[in-house]
Every structure is written in structure tokens, then in C-alpha cells.
């Protein structure tokens, strides 16, 4: 554990006055990220089984043309017998044109972590998303998938699960401000889907009822940490037994660890907030592109 002095701000009142403990704070966020890292992997892993199921439906459905079956079975309410004909004929001629691998890539974005975490808390997706902020974990949904979607088959890296350590942590930043949360009608102007209540920043300095704001008003504070993490990764070669590549495979590692750099920024209330949730939530997660003798 280790405080840079370069860039945080611990100095502003309002930590000291909620009791805010850094050491506290770092002793806590290592198995925090070490948490939330084998978690993405573990659902980062989830994106195999999901391709390799649809890569046995594709392969089914090319010996009984099962694709332009379905297409006649979707549900069409409030259209005449023409616009369905109509509709049915675009989905078919749309599926016939599809590669196999357009298809397969087709349902590895198509599957939907936000609505698996609903209906199921307590799946990997469900616990992931109690960490992370919505919009992270959005963020994190589409990247994951597209990096996966990106990589050759031969040379997958599979993660081992609960294999990450999270070795050092330092702070570099924190700052803690005054929020109000915005009645309904307000908050959800911009984003009619979000389900948590949203805060406007107040200003620094006080008005004239100074007490009586205070008393009113949230404190929220993000903190932004340093650290690296080494995660345990199995080497997927694939199938393919041929003689030229028998060899070559054989001086392949079949796994790697891995350790990566990265800044992590937090977020949390140190005084009201939403009930029921983590006091802290990661908020962003990127490399520590400041530090590059580090990566």
C-alpha cells in the first residue's frame, strides 16, 4: 500500500469531518479489485460457451435450413397478412446472406448481461454489476465482447478462475464534494432507462444557510488508485491435429500469467447516498497511461 503525494487531495475538510480513514480505505480496495477482476474473467469466459453453442446451431441449421423456419414464428401484432409476408421475406433474405461466423458474432452481442443480472442477482453478471456503475458496466459489456470477437480462434486466452492477485495499491487522487439528488422528474429527463437516483454537484462555498444546506446536501467523494494485478490465463490452440502444426503446437505454452498496471477511480458517499447499495462502486477502469514505465 502506498500514498503518492503527487496528485490526491485529502487535505479538504469534509474527510476529515466523515471520518474518512485512507489507510482503511487501501487496506479495503485490493481484494475489492481482486474481486471484481475475477469476476469480469469468470463472465468473460461465459462468451466461449456462448459461441461455441451458437457455432453447433449454425452447424445444424446449415443441413436443415432451420433459419428460414424461424423466421415465420416471430410474433408480428398489429399487421396486416402483407406486411407480414413482407417482414418474414426481409428476415429470411437477411439470415440467407449472414456468414456463419456473422451469425455466431451475432449472438455474442446479442447476449445481454444487464437483463441476466436482473433476473438473476446472483449470478456472476448479477455480483459484477453491483460493483460497477452502470455505465462501466455497459462499457465493460460491449469491450468485452468485442475484444473476444477480435481474437483469432487458435490462441484464445480462457481466464482461470479466482486465479488474480492484486500485489501493490496506491492512492493518487481523491476529492470529495456537496450533492443533492434530483427529484424524479428531473433525473430521469436524460436517461428515461435508469433505474438509481442522480445528484447535482453543489458549490463549494455555502449559501447564506449554511448549516441548514449542509444538513441537506450528500457528501460524495472518488477516489482514483494505482495498482497491478496478475491473473492466470489457459491457452486455447484449437482443433486443428494436422502434421505441419502438430510440431509448431507442441513448443506453444499452453498457459501465461499475466500482469497489467491499471488506474481504477472509485466512487462513494461518505454521507447520505442511495440505501441499499456498496458504498463504493468502480466508475472507471483504465491503464495507467501516466505512469508508462510502468506497463
Known sequence: MLMLSLFYDLQNPMFKKHDFDATQFL??????????????GALENELHDIYAKKQDDVDGSNEDSGEEKDATKIEMKGLSEEEKDAVTSTINMIQKHLSPDQKIASAVLEHDWTEVAKKEPESVAGQLSRMLTDELFGHFQ???KTAFLLHSR?????????????????????????????????????DPESSGPRYEILDDFLSD?????????????????????????SIDRG??????????????????????????????FLKGGPEGELRWKLALHRPAFEFPGMQ
Open 154 to 190: 487458435a490462441g484464445q486466452l480462457k481466464f482461470d478462475e479466482g486465479s488474480c492477485t492484486v500485489n501493490n495499491v496506491a492512492l493518487l487522487s481523491a476529492r470529495a464534494f456537496r450533492c443533492k439528488e434530483l427529484p424524479l422528474d428531473e433525473s430521469n429527463d436524460e
Open 239 to 268: 482443433n486443428d491435429a494436422s502434421d505441419d502444426n502438430e510440431s509448431e503446437k507442441g513448443d506453444q505454452p499452453t498457459e501465461m500469467d499475466t500482469t497489467v498496471v491499471s488506474v481504477a477511480v472509485l466512487e462513494g
Open 27 to 40: 487496506e479495503g480496495v485490493g481484494p475489492a479489485l481482486e474481486n471484481y477482476h475475477n469476476l469480469s
Open 142 to 144: 460491449l469491450s468485452a
Open 209 to 233: 444557510n449554511a448549516e441548514g444546506d449542509e444538513q441537506e446536501s450528500d457528501v460524495a467523494a472518488q477516489l482514483e488508485v494505482l495498482y497491478d494485478v496478475t491473473s492466470h490465463f
